[in-house]
Protein backbone atom coordinates (compact mmCIF):
# COMPACT_ATOMS: atom_id res chain seq x y z
CA UNK A 1 0.00 0.00 0.00
CA UNK A 2 1.42 3.57 -0.64
CA UNK A 3 0.45 6.29 1.32
CA UNK A 4 0.53 9.81 0.12
CA UNK A 5 0.47 12.77 2.33
CA UNK A 6 0.98 16.65 1.27
CA UNK A 7 1.54 19.82 2.84
CA UNK A 8 2.51 23.42 1.36
CA UNK A 9 -1.50 24.60 1.19
CA UNK A 10 -3.42 27.74 3.23
CA UNK A 11 -4.30 31.48 2.56
CA UNK A 12 -2.19 33.40 -0.13
CA UNK A 13 -3.17 36.71 -1.54
CA UNK A 14 -4.10 36.52 -5.23
CA UNK A 15 -0.65 37.54 -7.29
CA UNK A 16 0.46 35.38 -4.65
CA UNK A 17 2.73 31.98 -4.77
CA UNK A 18 2.56 28.46 -2.68
CA UNK A 19 4.56 24.97 -3.57
CA UNK A 20 2.87 22.18 -2.38
CA UNK A 21 4.51 18.66 -1.71
CA UNK A 22 3.43 15.15 -1.44
CA UNK A 23 5.69 12.18 0.18
CA UNK A 24 5.12 8.87 -0.88
CA UNK A 25 5.62 6.38 1.19
CA UNK A 26 4.45 2.37 2.20
CA UNK A 27 6.56 -0.73 1.04
CA UNK A 28 8.47 -1.05 -1.29
CA UNK A 29 6.98 0.02 -4.85
CA UNK A 30 7.39 1.47 -8.17
CA UNK A 31 6.17 4.85 -8.66
CA UNK A 32 4.98 5.67 -12.34
CA UNK A 33 2.95 8.78 -13.06
CA UNK A 34 2.23 11.64 -10.17
CA UNK A 35 0.27 14.81 -9.94
CA UNK A 36 -2.04 16.88 -8.96
CA UNK A 37 -5.65 17.18 -8.77
CA UNK A 38 -8.08 19.87 -6.92
CA UNK A 39 -11.60 20.01 -6.25
CA UNK A 40 -13.60 23.72 -5.67
CA UNK A 41 -16.89 23.51 -3.62
CA UNK A 42 -19.47 22.52 -5.57
CA UNK A 43 -17.77 21.25 -8.58
CA UNK A 44 -16.10 17.46 -9.91
CA UNK A 45 -12.42 16.61 -9.25
CA UNK A 46 -10.13 18.45 -11.98
CA UNK A 47 -6.71 17.42 -13.21
CA UNK A 48 -4.10 20.15 -12.54
CA UNK A 49 -1.00 18.53 -13.90
CA UNK A 50 0.83 15.22 -14.33
CA UNK A 51 4.25 13.76 -14.84
CA UNK A 52 5.29 10.83 -16.30
CA UNK A 53 7.90 8.62 -14.78
CA UNK A 54 9.91 9.23 -18.49
CA UNK A 55 9.39 13.10 -17.75
CA UNK A 56 6.35 13.91 -19.84
CA UNK A 57 3.92 16.51 -18.31
CA UNK A 58 0.21 16.91 -18.87
CA UNK A 59 -1.30 20.12 -17.75
CA UNK A 60 -4.97 22.19 -17.74
CA UNK A 61 -5.18 25.31 -20.01
CA UNK A 62 -5.95 26.99 -16.82
CA UNK A 63 -2.68 26.66 -15.03
CA UNK A 64 -0.14 26.57 -17.70
CA UNK A 65 2.69 29.12 -17.60
CA UNK A 66 1.71 29.33 -13.77
CA UNK A 67 1.67 25.94 -12.14
CA UNK A 68 4.79 23.27 -12.78
CA UNK A 69 4.57 19.72 -11.76
CA UNK A 70 8.24 18.38 -10.73
CA UNK A 71 9.26 15.45 -8.37
CA UNK A 72 12.35 13.99 -6.42
CA UNK A 73 12.26 10.33 -7.75
CA UNK A 74 14.86 9.68 -4.84
CA UNK A 75 12.83 11.24 -1.91
CA UNK A 76 9.83 9.89 -3.53
CA UNK A 77 8.23 13.77 -3.38
CA UNK A 78 6.24 15.37 -5.70
CA UNK A 79 6.42 18.91 -5.98
CA UNK A 80 3.37 21.72 -7.18
CA UNK A 81 4.87 25.15 -7.76
CA UNK A 82 1.90 27.53 -8.03
CA UNK A 83 2.30 31.32 -9.25
CA UNK A 84 0.76 33.98 -9.92
CA UNK A 85 -2.51 32.43 -7.75
CA UNK A 86 -6.26 34.15 -8.33
CA UNK A 87 -9.25 33.46 -6.42
CA UNK A 88 -10.93 30.78 -9.01
CA UNK A 89 -7.77 28.24 -8.15
CA UNK A 90 -9.47 27.95 -4.97
CA UNK A 91 -9.71 24.24 -3.96
CA UNK A 92 -8.73 21.35 -2.38
CA UNK A 93 -5.59 19.70 -4.10
CA UNK A 94 -4.83 15.95 -4.19
CA UNK A 95 -1.79 14.43 -4.63
CA UNK A 96 -1.77 11.58 -7.32
CA UNK A 97 0.16 8.72 -7.85
CA UNK A 98 -0.06 5.36 -10.06
CA UNK A 99 2.40 2.82 -8.20
CA UNK A 100 2.59 -1.30 -8.21
CA UNK A 101 4.87 -3.21 -5.80
CA UNK A 102 8.43 -4.20 -7.00
CA UNK A 103 8.63 -6.69 -9.62
CA UNK A 104 4.59 -7.08 -10.05
CA UNK A 105 2.42 -5.31 -12.59
CA UNK A 106 -0.05 -4.87 -10.01
CA UNK A 107 -0.87 -0.67 -10.96
CA UNK A 108 -2.88 0.66 -8.82
CA UNK A 109 -4.25 4.73 -7.84
CA UNK A 110 -3.23 6.42 -4.94
CA UNK A 111 -4.47 9.48 -3.61
CA UNK A 112 -3.78 12.03 -0.75
CA UNK A 113 -6.35 13.29 1.90
CA UNK A 114 -5.68 16.86 0.37
CA UNK A 115 -4.79 20.10 1.24
CA UNK A 116 -6.44 23.65 1.31
CA UNK A 117 -5.41 26.32 -0.95
CA UNK A 118 -7.53 29.52 -0.43
CA UNK A 119 -6.32 32.65 -2.59
CA UNK A 120 -8.12 35.53 -1.55
CA UNK A 121 -7.59 39.16 -0.50
Known amino acids: QVQLVESGGGLVQPGGSLRLSCVAS????????VGWYRQAPGKQRELVAT???????NSADSVKGRFTVSRDKAKNTVFLQMNSLKPEDTAVYYC???????????????WGQGTQVTVSS
Open 96 to 110: YARATPWGTFRWGDY
Open 51 to 57: LTSGGDT
Open 26 to 33: GSSFNIGT
